[in-house]
């Protein structure tokens, strides 16, 4: 309430914005999703676009779109035979699959130089017998093992670098090196029966990984889960028999015959087929104990999407799927969870990065993964890709990166080009404000917030002393402005020249820069708003569509303290047309005038250190001819002027002393430390 009795109804906050369609058109949206894109359509008098929650700031913005950078003519295509797998341990070395598939290079994260990890040297690749010069070797030559090729990748919580290896039809996989022990590998065979060809794997929490196989039918995708042994997890699977039973070759003389039992192992979790949850999965992401994100495309239509896996207490899965991710002019290539630091941002925050067969860019997901539901939001800030080779995305020390370069390849962080496009307009209707006075003359709107240059704010508002009066009213603004309830066009805000209100705008909005970035407070005078309701349709626009108007927060102030009829006589109101000019005239000027009487009536706040601003504290210290010690607190500097006269009081005594000594050195000093010495406990 300022000086005049009049009263301010605000919004402010996500939950308060959110509100911003109820009660129009009968339709009422959740307080926090209707910005979301997760709830039906909005009323008939909206337009099909909304404005969008900065949650950073928390403020209201044009909603952002994604930027699609276009392909130049010397990038190829990534196919997904060009990706070799990649992973980094705790301290950032890198270990990736050669171009050649037969070697494993490492970069260490201390040279930034790559060089080979397996197989090693000369020296470490000198064959054992030779060594040993044994007596007794082969009369004829010996077949040399078929040649190993690697397939995928992956490094495990517990620092083992487990790598699946493929030697022909003979054997299959997994190579596990111990990255703190060091030594040769121990070598992990997978039996012969179910087709192995892993595309991509993925950590396990609790140690081991998770295999996407493609296995040897084209059309068959499985999920295997390997603890931290490279025992394959086989809860709520199928099995498979790899040997049958078959009678022993020694069989008792007498009694039942004996036979071998039949060799199974587990069949997998089939992604595919007939009842399975993925079109064609190509990379797997795992975000925690029990849940497995894999990267989907349709090799139809190209379109691709992200699904999402979730073990349930007994053992049996279930999925959820992302919407398709239309805004990927290209299919998904590979995809990593990591973090990133977006501009503006002080800390990094975690995203979902997914690159596309063109790999110039990156598009960024906020992951929505809750029992509810799980669903990918986002993926509007530019992450461009320089020379990126389609090998590998991957998570160093928590960090989002890349491999770039044809020849020598350096891992990049990903990082966020600050560069934004926006939508060129988006509407809002505001809930209906209500001032518990019939016939009340409504008197401005202040918008909090930022309007940069070539971006505006149109508001039209409409007012009635019944809420009915609200929702059947005309709906067009060319409406006549005497229709009940029709909406009527006000002008456009003006930023005031006194700053802003919210303290929190004021470091922002410095006399310097305030006219230039539009960072303050904008304030519309109501022109013909009465009634006991009112609500507000609230327009942003944008010229060129790269900067977005941003509002903070909005008050609407009612009644209006009218001075025609405070201090004019009633002469100056006789004509209906002349006397609304002049009232609509004084206003501009009761509002400086109001503004300044405010400031007069709490400056008695100032004198208060119990009330005063922080800042004011040292003003109040120099009226007592007093410096404050810079390593004071708040709390002590109020403490200290609040009783500074019991202070100076006892100054010279051994009570003052204390107090002097309290002040510089007792971390819970409070106002008892002040009683005079024959009161205190």
Same mark, same amino acid.
């Given at each position: 309430?300022?000086?005049?009795?009049?009263?301010?109804?605000?919004?402010?906050?996500?939950?308060?914005?959110?509100?911003?369609?109820?009660?129009?058109?009968?339709?009422?949206?959740?307080?926090?999703?209707?910005?979301?894109?997760?709830?039906?359509?909005?009323?008939?008098?909206?337009?099909?676009?909304?404005?969008?929650?900065? #949650?950073?700031?928390?403020?209201?913005?044009?909603?952002?779109?994604?930027?699609?950078?276009?392909?130049?003519?010397?990038?190829?295509?990534?196919?997904?035979?060009?990706?070799?797998?990649?992973? #980094?341990?705790?301290?950032?070395?890198?270990?990736?699959?050669?171009?050649?598939?037969?070697?494993?290079?490492?970069?260490?994260?201390?040279?930034?130089?790559?060089?080979?990890?397996?197989?090693?040297?000369?020296?470490?690749?000198?064959?054992?017998?030779?060594?040993? /010069?044994?007596?007794?070797?082969?009369?004829?030559?010996?077949?040399?093992?078929?040649?190993?090729?690697? %397939?995928?990748?992956?490094? &495990?919580?517990?620092?083992?670098?487990?790598?699946?290896?493929?030697?022909?039809?003979?054997?299959?996989?997994?190579?596990?090196?111990?990255?703190?022990?060091?030594?040769?590998?121990?070598?992990?065979?997978?039996?012969?029966?179910?087709?192995? !060809?892993?595309?991509?794997?993925?950590?396990?929490?609790?140690?081991?990984?998770?295999?996407?196989?493609? &296995?040897?039918?084209?059309?068959?995708?499985?999920?295997?889960?390997?603890?931290?042994?490279?025992?394959?997890?086989?809860?709520?699977?199928?099995?498979?028999?790899?040997?049958?039973?078959?009678?022993?070759?020694?069989?008792?003389?007498?009694?039942?015959?004996?036979?071998?039992?039949?060799?199974?192992?587990?069949?997998? =979790?089939?992604?595919?087929?007939?009842?399975?949850?993925?079109?064609?999965?190509?990379?797997?992401?795992?975000?925690?104990?029990?849940?497995?994100?894999?990267?989907?495309?349709?090799?139809?239509?190209?379109?691709?999407?992200?699904?999402?896996?979730?073990?349930?207490?007994?053992?049996?899965?279930?999925?959820?799927?992302?919407?398709? $991710?239309? *805004? $990927?002019?290209?299919?998904?290539?590979?995809?990593?969870?990591?973090?990133?630091?977006?501009?503006?941002?002080?800390?990094?925050? *975690?995203?979902?990065?997914?690159?596309?067969?063109?790999?110039?860019?990156?598009?960024?997901?906020?992951?929505?993964?809750?029992?509810?539901?799980?669903?990918?939001?986002?993926?509007?800030?530019?992450?461009?890709?320089? %020379?990126?080779?389609?090998?590998?995305?991957?998570?160093?020390?928590? !960090?989002?990166?890349?491999?770039?370069? &044809?020849?020598?390849?350096?891992?990049?962080?990903?990082?966020?080009?600050? /560069?934004?496009?926006?939508?060129?307009?988006?509407?809002?209707?505001?809930?209906?404000?209500?001032?518990?006075?019939?016939?009340?003359?409504?008197?401005?709107?202040?918008?909090?917030?930022?309007?940069?240059?070539?971006?505006?704010?149109? =508001?039209?508002?409409?007012?009635?002393?019944?809420?009915?009066?609200?929702?059947?009213?005309? !709906?067009?603004?060319?409406?006549?402005?005497?229709?009940?309830?029709?909406?009527?066009?006000?002008?456009?805000?003006?930023?005031?020249?006194?700053?802003?209100?919210?303290?929190?705008?004021? #470091?922002?909005?410095?006399?310097?820069?305030?006219?230039?970035?539009?960072?303050?407070?904008?304030?519309?005078?109501?022109?013909?708003?009465?009634?006991?309701?009112?609500?507000?349709?609230?327009? $942003?626009?944008?010229?060129?569509?790269?900067?977005?108007?941003?509002?903070?927060?909005?008050?609407?102030?009612?009644?209006?303290?009218?001075?025609?009829?405070?201090?004019?006589?009633?002469?100056?109101?006789?004509?209906?047309?002349?006397?609304?000019?002049?009232?609509?005239?004084?206003?501009?000027?009761?509002?400086?005038?109001?503004? =300044?009487?405010?400031?007069?009536?709490?400056?008695?706040?100032?004198?208060?250190?119990?009330?005063?601003?922080? *800042?004011?504290?040292?003003?109040?210290?120099?009226?007592?001819?007093?410096?404050?010690?810079? !390593?004071?607190?708040? /709390?002590?500097?109020?403490?200290?002027?609040?009783?500074?006269?019991?202070?100076?009081?006892?100054?010279?005594?051994?009570?003052?002393?204390?107090?002097?000594?309290?002040?510089?050195?007792?971390?819970? =000093?409070?106002?008892?430390?002040?009683?005079?010495?024959?009161?205190?406990?």
């Amino acid at each position: 309430m300022n000086v005049n009795g009049s009263r301010f109804d605000l919004l402010l906050g996500r939950a308060d914005w959110g509100r911003c369609l109820d009660g129009d058109g009968g339709r009422a949206r959740s307080a926090a999703s209707w910005w979301d894109g997760a709830v039906a359509s909005p009323p008939v008098e909206l337009p099909p676009r909304l404005p969008a929650w900065d #949650a950073h700031r928390g403020e209201l913005t044009l909603p952002p779109l994604a930027i699609e950078l276009p392909g130049t003519p010397g990038e190829a295509r990534l196919e997904l035979e060009a990706r070799r797998g990649a992973a #980094a341990d705790r301290h950032g070395n890198v270990y990736r699959i050669g171009p050649d598939r037969r070697t494993l290079h490492v970069t260490s994260s201390g040279t930034r130089r790559e060089t080979p990890f397996w197989p090693a040297g000369p020296e470490g690749c000198e064959d054992e017998r030779e060594r040993a /010069r044994l007596d007794f070797r082969p009369v004829g030559e010996e077949v040399p093992p078929p040649p190993e090729s690697y %397939l995928a990748l992956a490094v &495990t919580c517990d620092d083992y670098l487990v790598v699946a290896f493929s030697a022909g039809e003979a054997e299959r996989g997994f190579l596990s090196f111990d990255l703190v022990a060091g030594g040769p590998p121990v070598r992990t065979v997978w039996p012969a029966a179910p087709g192995f !060809a892993p595309i991509d794997m993925a950590a396990r929490e609790g140690g081991g990984v998770w295999v996407l196989d493609r &296995t040897e039918r084209a059309d068959s995708r499985l999920l295997w889960e390997l603890d931290r042994r490279l025992a394959v997890v086989s809860r709520a699977q199928p099995s498979i028999t790899i040997d049958a039973a078959e009678a022993d070759d020694f069989q008792p003389v007498s009694g039942a015959p004996r036979e071998r039992p039949a060799v199974t192992f587990p069949g997998g =979790i089939e992604l595919t087929g007939p009842g399975g949850w993925t079109v064609e999965p190509v990379a797997v992401e795992a975000m925690g104990k029990r849940t497995v994100l894999l990267l989907d495309r349709d090799p139809v239509d190209g379109r691709s999407r992200v699904v999402r896996l979730r073990r349930g207490r007994g053992g049996g899965w279930s999925a959820d799927a992302s919407r398709w $991710l239309d *805004e $990927l002019a290209d299919p998904a290539h590979d995809f990593v969870w990591a973090a990133a630091r977006l501009y503006g941002h002080e800390e990094r925050v *975690e995203r979902l990065f997914v690159t596309t067969s063109r790999g110039n860019q990156a598009r960024a997901y906020a992951v929505t993964d809750a029992a509810a539901g799980f669903e990918l939001t986002g993926a509007t800030e530019l992450f461009p890709l320089r %020379l990126y080779g389609g090998r590998a995305l991957l998570s160093i020390r928590g !960090a989002a990166s890349y491999d770039s370069g &044809t020849g020598a390849v350096a891992w990049t962080p990903i990082v966020h080009q600050p /560069r934004t496009r926006f939508a060129q307009a988006a509407e809002l209707v505001t809930p209906v404000f209500d001032s518990r006075e019939p016939g009340t003359t409504w008197d401005r709107l202040l918008l909090d917030g930022c309007v940069p240059p070539d971006t505006w704010v149109e =508001i039209h508002s409409r007012a009635g002393d019944e809420r009915a009066d609200l929702l059947e009213g005309a !709906a067009s603004p060319a409406e006549a402005p005497q229709v009940v309830g029709a909406w009527v066009p006000e002008p456009r805000p003006h930023l005031r020249a006194n700053g802003p209100e919210l303290p929190w705008l004021r #470091a922002e909005a410095a006399p310097a820069t305030r006219r230039e970035a539009g960072v303050g407070t904008w304030e519309v005078l109501l022109q013909s708003a009465r009634g006991r309701y009112l609500q507000l349709r609230i327009r $942003l626009a944008s010229g060129s569509g790269t900067a977005t108007p941003r509002l903070r927060a909005l008050r609407v102030w009612s009644p209006r303290f009218s001075y025609p009829h405070r201090f004019l006589p009633a002469v100056y109101r006789e004509d209906p047309a002349s006397g609304s000019l002049l009232e609509r005239w004084l206003a501009n000027c009761e509002s400086t005038l109001t503004w =300044i009487e405010d400031r007069v009536v709490n400056a008695e706040t100032l004198f208060d250190p119990r009330a005063a601003p922080a *800042e004011a504290l040292a003003w109040l210290a120099e009226w007592l001819d007093v410096a404050f010690d810079p !390593a004071w607190d708040e /709390r002590r500097r109020r403490l200290f002027v609040e009783h500074a006269m019991e202070f100076f009081r006892w100054r010279g005594t051994v009570h003052g002393l204390q107090l002097a000594l309290g002040l510089a050195f007792d971390r819970c =000093i409070g106002r008892s430390a002040f009683d005079p010495p024959g009161k205190r406990r």
